[in-house]
């Protein structure tokens, strides 16, 4: 544990309400949003401002001292959970919380690195525009966080992940130096893009304190339907006749199995089925635009929906009559995760694969981990068009340990599936990071080209390994 000597300096230096150490108030944010790592931590140092950020960091290296910059610690792969030794300091930026401007007629907010999510998205409206990026834990996550993740959601399809969202970074660097990148510039060719290094480092490379982020019209009109599909490849045929039919107005298009919508009308009440026809997968897809031009997005889906069905690729369909109802449909995307859990124990995999690629992976993955792992059942589901899917591997039936199956079967399960996905040419991680629950499965897997790259890029801003030491960066004998 940090030494209270080395924290009553940080106190000299930020002030007592810039350094937490009462543990009542240290607790909630050692452990993770899955409870699943467990941490410690002296203090944790939440400074208010970007001169007080690059003050902490400064001490910090002077002493020697390791930090973990965390937002809303809802990382998925434990990501902002300090060392269970308490060897470090949490750096929370839940303080910098201010929207330094709004900018619509530039399509660009400037906030600092701990703007909630839904802060910046209520802003966005507000000025009739909108942030198209979205996610469950939208509540909690930080504009830090997100870019720190290279976050991405059910809107990548149309609008990208955060590397296209982030038009400048300012940012704290492990020497206590402020990088001054803020402005939106559309060219800048002054050698290594620094922000896109900033962005999905996992704050390994130091702290995001501000970004410009890019603004897209607000929605106008939408309309949100369902399709049956008899097979993945057919829900990969629907979205490019969409793509063909609808342009780039194709704002969501989400793929699920019938047994995970069974789930999801067996666990979460007031749930039914938008179509009556059970073909084995589905599509949600959403139109959206940003005029009341005609014809509107229902006319022009509807017509798109006809020819599938004309084609065969969609056995049946519909389009959501009201808002509540087109609610109705999304709240079935947005229940999967939950109703999965109430279903049982399962092992849950964040993956993508090229596009083309990815409705015959869907298949093989799930029928070979089930031939492998005698019992185990496995499904997929979620954002076809990117390639990226988050795939499941259930518990045999009636497992009441969900723990010590995953002790016993765990690891073996990873590897299997870890190794299909590389075979198939994808990535282990396709949304939630690396943080320490893939490091080492990272390590086993990357070409040495990327690990030596990764390990290159991170001595050069961090010599020290202070920044978030044991995320991401595979550790020696890892690889
Ligand atoms: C219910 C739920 C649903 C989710 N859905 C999605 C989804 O659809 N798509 C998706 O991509 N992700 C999803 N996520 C995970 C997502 O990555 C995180 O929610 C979010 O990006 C992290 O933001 P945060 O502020 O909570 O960061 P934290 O969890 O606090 O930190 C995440 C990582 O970023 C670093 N970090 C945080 N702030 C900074 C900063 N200012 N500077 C430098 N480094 C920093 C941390 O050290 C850590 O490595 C989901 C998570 C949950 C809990």
């Known amino acids: 544990m940090i030494d209270q000597h080395v924290i009553a300096r940080f106190v000299e230096r930020l002030g007592t309400k810039a350094v937490l150490t009462d543990p009542d108030d240290i607790d909630p944010w050692v452990h993770d949003w899955r409870g699943r790592y467990h941490g410690a931590a002296a203090a944790i140092l939440a400074p208010a401002s970007t001169a007080e950020v690059a003050a902490a960091v400064g001490l910090a290296t002077e002493l020697g001292v390791p930090l973990v910059p965390q937002g809303g610690n809802s990382s998925m792969v434990g990501g902002a959970t300090p060392p269970a030794d308490g060897s470090a300091l949490i750096l929370s930026l839940r303080r910098m919380n201010r929207i330094r401007a709004m900018a619509p007629d530039d399509n660009l907010a400037i906030c600092d690195a701990g703007v909630i999510l839904a802060t910046l998205h209520e802003a966005a409206e507000a000025v009739g525009r909108r942030f198209p990026l979205s996610l469950g834990a939208k509540g909690s996550a930080t504009i830090g966080g997100l870019i720190s993740t290279n976050a991405g959601g059910t809107q990548v399809l149309r609008h990208g992940t955060m590397r296209a969202l982030v038009a400048g970074i300012e940012a704290v660097l492990p020497d206590g130096s ?35 982020l890019r603004l897209v019209p607000a929605i106008a009109t939408r309309a949100v339907g369902w399709v049956a599909v008899p097979s993945p490849e057919d829900a990969l045929s629907l979205l490019r006749l969409a793509e063909a039919r609808l342009g780039d107005t194709v704002e969501g298009f989400e793929i699920l199995s019938d047994e995970t919508l ?218």
């Open 262 to 479: 069974g789930f999801v009308l067996g666990h979460i009440p007031d749930t039914r089925s938008p179509v009556g026809t059970r073909t084995p997968w589905h599509v949600l897809i959403e139109i959206d635009h940003a005029d009341h031009s005609e014809p509107g997005p229902a006319a022009r889906l509807e017509e798109a929906l006809a020819e599938a069905l004309e084609r065969g690729i969609a056995a049946d369909a519909t389009i959501a009559a009201s808002e509540a109802q087109a609610e109705a449909f999304w709240r079935i995307r947005e229940s999967l995760s939950e109703s999965e859990r109430a279903q049982g124990p399962a092992l849950q995999y964040d993956v993508s694969v090229p596009v083309a690629r990815m409705p015959a992976f869907m298949v093989d993955a799930a029928e070979r981990v089930q031939a492998q792992f005698p019992g185990t059942t496995a499904s997929s589901f979620g954002h076809l068009g990117d390639g990226n899917v988050h795939f499941h591997v259930r518990a045999p039936r009636g497992t009441r340990d969900g723990p010590a199956w995953i002790a016993a079967q765990g690891e073996a399960i990873n590897r299997f599936v870890h190794d299909m996905v590389v075979a198939a040419g994808g990535s282990i991680s396709a949304e939630h990071g690396i943080g320490q629950m893939k490091r080492a499965e990272l390590g086993r897997l990357a070409a040495p080209a990327r690990i030596g790259a990764l390990r290159a890029i991170k001595a050069a801003f961090d010599p020290g390994g202070l920044f978030n030491p044991g995320k991401l960066i595979p550790l020696p004998g890892e690889d």
């Open 178 to 212: 402020i990088y001054e990148g803020l402005d939106p510039l559309k060219k800048d060719n002054r050698g290594y893009d620094i922000k896109q290094l900033l962005i999905g480092a996992e704050g390994t490379l130091g702290v995001v304190t501000a970004a410009s």
